[in-house]
């Protein structure tokens, strides 16, 4: 995950190195194939890939292709614990949805057992059944865990399928805010349980990060 990211007239990535744990750029440099890609925030939190593949076209650059069941990307975390944020965490991607489902992680951390909280930190899609909150709708959301608990803010906006979008969530003490191509979406963050407004607290008990668009 990475602070701020922005792009010039000529599709060149610029992000700052203030506070940087994960870069991924996704583009097949010197090195990288579809089982390993590098870190270029200097961490060393590099990612070994499963069952991807490599996409010459993509919003910058090149990209990588997952299968929505089985392909992921899995990464070491040093220095990405939420206790290691003192300032916060902020994640951000470019995505592009061939076909939404629910649930389908875009990058996320999560505990090895599947309870709650399902997610310790991570981007998601949301679900578009009238059984979930934002029903009707292609919704993308960011989730935080807190005392075996989920807490999400997810966009008032519908994306299109097969269109790029830089999905950007960010968490501090003012609260959760969630952006899509750099313009605020939302700021209103909830308890899943009931669905109340959320206030931040201290957050710990990580694991490894993957990048997938897995919902197990």
């Known amino acids: 995950y990475v602070n701020t990211t922005s792009s010039d ?11 940087l744990k994960l870069w991924i750029r996704f583009n097949n440099q010197t090195g990288e194939n579809e089982t390993y890609v590098k870190d270029y925030s ?9 069952n991807t593949s490599i996409n010459s076209s993509g919003a910058l650059g090149s990209s990588f292709n997952f ?6 990307i899995n990464t070491s975390t040093t220095g990405l614990n939420i206790s290691d944020a003192t300032y916060g965490i902020t994640l951000s991607a470019w995505i592009k949805i061939d076909e939404y489902g629910c649930f389908e992680r875009i990058v996320a951390k999560s505990p090895n057992t599947n309870a709650k909280p399902y997610t310790t930190y ?5 679900c578009n059944t009238s059984a979930y909150f934002h029903d009707g709708i292609n919704s ?13 803010i997810a966009t008032t ?16 003490e ?15 963050f909830y308890n899943t349980t009931d669905y109340s407004p959320y206030t931040r607290s201290i957050l710990t008990n990580f694991i490894d990060m993957d990048i997938d668009t897995n919902n197990n």
Request: charged share 10%; no cysteine; aromatic share 10%.
């Open 157 to 172: 906006t519908s994306l299109n399928e097969n269109q790029w979008y830089l999905l950007t969530g960010t968490f501090n």
């Open 42 to 50: 200097g961490n060393s939190n590099n990612g070994i890939g499963f």
């Open 9 to 19: 007239v000529s599709n060149y990535s610029v992000i700052s190195s203030l506070g």
């Open 122 to 126: 991570g981007l998601l899609t949301d």
């Open 67 to 72: 299968n929505g069941a089985s392909s992921w």
């Open 140 to 152: 993308v959301r960011m989730e935080i865990a807190n005392q075996n608990e989920q807490h999400l």
């Open 174 to 188: 003012s609260g959760a805010r969630l952006y899509l191509n750099g313009v605020l979406d939302n700021s209103t």
